[in-house]
């Protein structure tokens, strides 16, 4: 006897032995009672085992729904669902489009691992309910399978689990389906449904059936006067009961129970509904008991109880010490580790002895401690990359790191050196990586404590977003306050470069909030989370602009609108980027609220700038050139004021198609 199930059970019967011996002279009708608490115990841990037998195939059935998926055949169904593919962020050109090849594709496939799996039958069917595929009808094609009401119900988006139902074989809607042949055994088949969702609908839906038969062989019922048997909605049934127990079920009620004689014997009925994974009735569960065959093996021995009460009660006592230290022996072991990981102790697992129950709590203890350690192990990793709460975000959220894409308004940061490459040519490949480090390293931790996502290094440039995967309220802020801390970086760096005799460094940063998808982009080999849209192309426009103008942080209209009760700043220009015709007001981040006042020589010239830039566009050139050389009478190197001064002194004549806005031909 090696499970854990069966050792309890011999413990039991050693006490229950016992109390027979004492309770032999109470009379019949406390073993009659007894006979009938049985029963109940006995229906009532049969219908929570057959309760977690449907949950453990249901369990099956979506793995196997899952790793059918992963199949490129099974992308192909869904690609020929939403007419695009890669699940909508791309296109391939060999996607399969025609429903027919679908079919001989899957039909194609191997599909001996699933067949195995299935002990029944396994189907699958397109949005629209057809049969791409039936295994135990190869040529079964364009049929619906919607005619099943678990498939039907599956098609409802808002369905927690798969449908599920009980079905003859012989049933006309299960064989019009053509998931099921005259050659199929004959029975009662419990069916579930899965459908595959995306954006919200669903795109595939799995079909998989089981004979009731295979269900209750996995019912282990130690109590050999109990029978048990499946029953439909339409009056079929599968089970090891008398007819006239059937019969007498068939006329109960949900929840009720009677009694009848067969040839002599008392037996008890009792009907009890069976339910689905969603809490819905799918069928009934009938016990049938025989009391008169349980009540003899009660009596049976009484006598002999009375007499060897003493020596029965001391072997009882023996057996269940030694079964009792037998069982908890593993089961401390299990507590004394268990404290351990409670304490933080990771590196740690227990001996697993045998295969029943405990030998898989250990089992899977030792699971648990290892994946345990992989999550520690990859959260040390994250966090040298991102922020600790997107990475606690993420692991607390697997579905936000999920493959595909959402659509987000977010604030992208394009930062870039200038400058480096000619410390690049005077230096040593190692010294400068050396410096490289030192930058991006201070950079990354920079962005991280903003709540910025690092998306990826290109060369001395550093591309990041806010917003995502952790939804942040004042995410253009926080990215402003990122391109400020760049600067802070670089003055740092500078101090120290000049001291190794090395060329200073500036960096030229960009910033814009748009409309992006994010989510984790790439194929089966190599993801990367990263975002894409037209808004980060207006991004990355804006960091090589910095050159034009002799500024270090530009920013959109869009950043500005958010963050200008907070930044101090100024409006720089419309221009319009190379590939795009609508202008774009651009604005200079300068510093934090509160800068401007401590910086007097920079507030004048922000005023006197802002006077230039409004004559510039009312086309008062003469004006804007006086305004523009106050401007940098105030602060002689500022870029902006320089450049607009050359164009007021360069203007032409008005013109009344003139817009003032400024073309940026380089990307």
């Not at 695009?84 to 060999?94: K, T, V």
């Not at 619906?144 to 927690?160: C, Q």
Request: charge should be negative; charged fraction near 25%.
């Amino acid at each position: 006897m090696t499970s854990i199930r069966a050792r309890l059970l011999l413990a039991l019967a050693a006490t229950a032995l016992l109390a027979v011996g004492g309770t032999a002279l109470a009379g019949l009708q406390i073993f009659e009672a007894r006979a009938t608490e049985l029963a109940g115990d006995t229906f009532n841990e049969a219908r929570g085992q057959l309760k977690k037998t449907l949950r453990l195939r249901y369990e099956t059935f979506r793995a196997l729904s899952d790793l059918s998926y992963v199949l490129p055949v099974m992308r192909q169904v869904t690609a020929e669902a939403t007419d695009e593919s890669d699940f909508g962020l791309g296109s391939e050109e060999d996607d399969a489009t025609d429903l027919k090849t679908l079919h001989q594709n899957l039909v194609d496939a191997d599909w001996g691992w699933a067949s195995k799996a299935t002990k029944g039958f396994f189907a699958v069917a397109d949005y629209k309910g057809r049969v791409l595929y039936a295994s135990e009808d190869k040529k079964a094609f364009g049929k619906s399978a919607r005619k099943l009401r678990a498939v039907d119900h599956a098609f409802d988006p808002r369905v927690e689990f798969s449908g599920a139902m009980v079905v003859e074989a012989d049933d006309p809607g299960l064989r019009a389906t053509g998931m099921v042949t005259q050659a199929t055994a004959p029975g009662l088949y419990v069916v579930f449904a899965r459908a595959t969702v995306l954006d919200g609908q669903p795109r595939a839906v799995f079909v998989q059936g089981w004979q009731a038969m295979s269900l209750l062989q996995d019912l282990r019922i130690a109590d050999q006067a109990a029978r048990l048997a499946l029953l439909a909605d339409h009056g079929a049934h599968y089970g090891d009961m008398p007819t006239p127990c059937l019969d007498a079920a068939k006329a109960l009620k949900a929840g009720e129970r009677t009694e009848l004689e067969i040839d002599g014997h008392r037996w008890l009925v009792q009907r009890v509904e069976l339910e689905g994974l969603s809490g819905e009735r799918i069928a009934d569960i009938v016990l049938g008991y025989n009391l008169d065959q349980r009540l003899s093996a009660l009596l049976k021995g009484a006598g002999a109880l009375q007499l060897v009460a003493l020596l029965l009660l001391v072997v009882a006592l023996i057996i269940a010490f030694l079964l009792a230290s037998r069982i908890a022996r593993p089961i401390v072991a299990l507590s004394h580790a268990a404290g351990r990981v409670a304490d933080g102790d990771l590196d740690v697992s227990v001996h697993v002895e045998g295969r029943d129950e405990i030998g898989q709590l250990g089992a899977t203890f030792n699971r648990m401690t290892e994946g345990l350690r992989e999550r520690d192990r990859i959260k040390r990793t994250f966090k040298r990359y991102v922020a600790p709460d997107v990475v606690e975000y993420l692991l607390s959220n697997p579905e936000a790191n999920a493959p595909g894409g959402q659509r987000k308004r977010l604030t992208m940061l394009f930062s870039d050196l200038a400058g480096f490459t000619s410390i690049s040519e005077e230096r040593e490949p190692e010294e400068v990586v050396a410096i490289l480090n030192g930058y991006l390293g201070r950079v990354s931790e920079a962005l991280v404590a903003r709540g910025g996502t690092l998306d990826k290094y290109m060369g001395d440039g550093v591309m990041a977003f806010f917003g995502a995967p952790v939804p942040r309220d004042h995410d253009a802020l926080s990215a402003c306050q990122a391109a400020l801390d760049h600067l802070a970086v670089v003055r740092a760096l500078n101090s120290e470069l000049v001291d190794s005799g090395n060329p200073t460094l500036q960096v030229r940063v960009g910033l814009h909030k748009g409309d992006v998808i994010v989510g984790n982009i790439g194929g089966e080999q190599a993801q990367d989370y990263t975002v894409i849209g037209d808004a980060v192309n207006l991004a990355a426009r804006l960091e090589p602009a910095n050159k034009v103008y002799g500024t270090a942080i530009l920013c959109s209209e869009d950043v500005w609108d958010e963050v200008s009760e907070h930044i101090d700043g100024r409006e720089i220009d419309a221009v319009r980027v190379k590939g795009k015709q609508r202008p774009v007001r651009i604005f200079e981040v300068l510093g934090e609220r509160g800068w401007l006042a401590e910086n007097q020589a920079m507030q004048r010239c922000v005023a006197s700038y802002a006077e230039g830039l409004e004559a510039w566009r009312r086309q008062d050139f003469s004006a804007a050139a006086v305004a523009f050389e106050r401007a940098l009478a105030a602060v002689p190197d500022d870029g902006p004021s320089r450049v607009f001064r050359d164009r007021a002194r360069q203007a032409g004549p008005q013109r009344p198609d003139w817009s003032g806005v400024f073309n940026l031909t380089s990307k």
